[in-house]
């Protein structure tokens, strides 16, 4: 099974930037998309940004313009800036592969906090 770490998140305030990092490994097979998902409190968990392995790319409305996703080998960013309190939420990556999917697995995702 593929392993998927994220990093990058904390604190910063309205209009700040962040980028966040999540690193690919074990049983990585041939990845179709990758992808960062967010859940806020009391909130259902939405997909934020995807790019395949082509390298187009997809975003919530809400970030777009804001975020951006980038890949390298088994490794993708976002970066995000202008950012606002509503963008408050953990934070996760998932590795999507043609026929299945997004994996069913979620790691520990990273906290993402922006302060008015």
């Known amino acids: 099974q593929v392993q998927l770490v994220e990093s990058g998140g904390g604190l910063v305030q309205a209009g700040g930037s962040l980028r966040l990092s999540c690193a690919a490994s074990?049983?990585?097979?041939?990845?179709?998309?990758m992808g960062w998902f967010r859940q806020a409190p009391g909130k259902q968990r939405e997909l934020v940004a995807a790019?395949?392995?082509?390298?187009g790319t997809n975003y919530a409305d809400s970030v777009k313009a804001r975020f951006t996703i980038s890949r390298a080998r088994n490794t993708w960013y976002l970066q995000m800036n202008s950012l606002k309190p509503e963008d408050t939420a953990v934070y996760y990556c998932?590795?999507?592969?043609?026929?299945?999917?997004?994996?069913?697995?979620w790691g520990q995702g990273t906290q993402v906090t922006v302060s008015s």
């Open positions: 074990g049983s990585i097979g041939s990845i179709n998309a």
């Open positions: 998932n590795a999507g592969y043609a026929g299945t999917g997004w994996r069913n697995y």
């Open positions: 790019i395949s392995s082509g390298g």
